[in-house]
C-alpha cells in the first residue's frame, strides 16, 4: 500500500481498488489505481479482473475436461460424482425452462453457472493475502474477485442479452421480432407506447442481471475489509460465520444468474400470435 500505517479509508479504498491500465492524461499509457485509474476513461482495462476471470475460466475448462477424460462407467471417484452431480442440476433447471430445441442452452447454463461460482468463491480468500503478495511483486493493487467489479458482471450480462437478441431474430425473424417489440402489451393502436415499455423491458434484463450480482458480492467484499479492520481475535469470531454464510451467497448467486439466463433464453425462443 501506499502508506505502511492506511487510515481505515485509506484501507478499504485500497483493497476495493482495481489495478487499470490505460492512457491517463499526466503520464500517458500505464498502470495505475484508485483515483487516477478513473481518470483513464472508457477504455482502460481492469487488469486484475481480467486476469482471475480468465484464469477461472482456463480452471473449469481443464476441471471438466479432465473428468470427462477420466471418467469411468463402473464406480466413479468423488470428483466425478461432484461434476456428474453438478452437470445434472443444471440439465434439470434447463428441462425444466427451457421447452425448445437448442443444444447451446444446457452448456451455456453450466459455463454461466461454474465460472461465476469459481469467481464468486475466490470471495474466501482471506482479503489480505492475495495483495500482500501482489505488494511483494511489486503490484500496489490487486482485486481478486471479478464479481466485485462492475465491468466483469455487466460484461456477462450484456452477452446474454446479445444472445436475446440473436435468438429472438433467429427464431422469430426480423419482422417477428419487431412486432414483439411493437404490438405488445396494448394492441396495433399504441405502437409508440408499446415500443418504449417493450424497450425498456428489454434492456432492463441485463442491467438488473449484472448489477444484482455485482450489488451482493461487493456488499459482501464491504462486510470482509471491515470485519478485517477488527482486532485479531474479533476478526476470526466474525470472519468465520460470515465466510460459512457468504457460501450460500456464493451458490445462491450463480444459480440466480443461470436461472435468469435460462429464462431469458426461453422468452426469445417463444413465439407469440398478434
Not at 492524461?25 to 483513464?40: L, Q, R, S, T
Not at 468463491?121 to 505488494?135: E, H, Q, S
Not at 444468474?257 to 417463444?270: E, G, K, P, S
Amino acid at each position: 500500500m501506499a502508506s505502511e500505517n492506511p487510515t481505515s479509508s485509506e484501507y478499504i479504498s485500497h483493497h476495493l481498488s482495481n489495478l487499470t491500465f490505460g492512457n491517463h492524461p499526466d503520464f500517458g499509457w500505464g498502470f495505475a489505481g484508485g483515483e487516477k485509474a478513473a481518470e483513464m476513461g472508457f477504455w482502460a482495462i481492469h487488469v486484475d479482473t481480467m486476469f482471475f476471470s480468465i484464469l477461472t475460466g482456463v480452471f473449469f475448462i481443464w476441471l471438466f475436461k479432465k473428468v470427462a477424460d477420466t471418467a469411468v462407467s463402473g464406480v466413479p471417484g468423488n470428483l466425478q460424482n461432484f461434476i456428474e452431480v453438478v452437470v445434472e442440476f443444471v440439465e434439470d433447471n434447463v428441462k425444466s425452462i427451457f421447452h425448445h430445441n437448442n443444444p447451446t442452452i444446457a452448456p451455456l447454463a453450466l459455463t454461466v453457472f461454474v465460472w461465476i461460482f469459481l469467481m464468486n468463491l475466490l470471495k474466501l480468500i482471506p482479503v489480505d493475502f492475495i495483495p500482500y503478495i501482489a505488494g511483494e511483486m511489486g503490484l500496489p493493487y490487486w482485486k481478486i474477485v471479478p464479481t466485485t467489479d462492475i465491468n466483469a458482471t455487466l460484461g456477462m450480462s450484456f452477452s446474454v442479452f446479445f444472445l436475446i437478441i440473436y435468438y429472438s431474430i433467429k427464431v422469430k425473424g426480423v419482422k417477428g421480432f419487431a412486432a414483439e417489440l411493437s404490438l405488445q402489451p396494448l394492441g396495433k393502436y399504441f405502437i409508440p407506447f408499446n415500443l418504449f415499455l417493450e424497450l425498456v423491458n428489454l434492456f432492463a434484463k441485463p442491467v438488473s442481471l449484472g448489477l444484482r450480482l455485482f450489488g451482493n458480492m461487493y456488499a459482501g467484499e464491504i462486510i470482509f475489509i471491515l470485519i478485517a479492520l477488527l482486532p485479531f481475535w474479533i476478526q476470526w469470531v466474525l470472519s468465520v460465520p460470515w465466510a460459512i454464510f457468504h457460501i450460500l451467497v456464493i451458490v445462491l448467486q450463480a444459480f440466480i444468474f443461470m436461472v435468469l439466463t435460462i429464462v431469458y433464453m426461453a422468452m426469445a425462443h417463444d413465439e407469440h400470435e398478434h
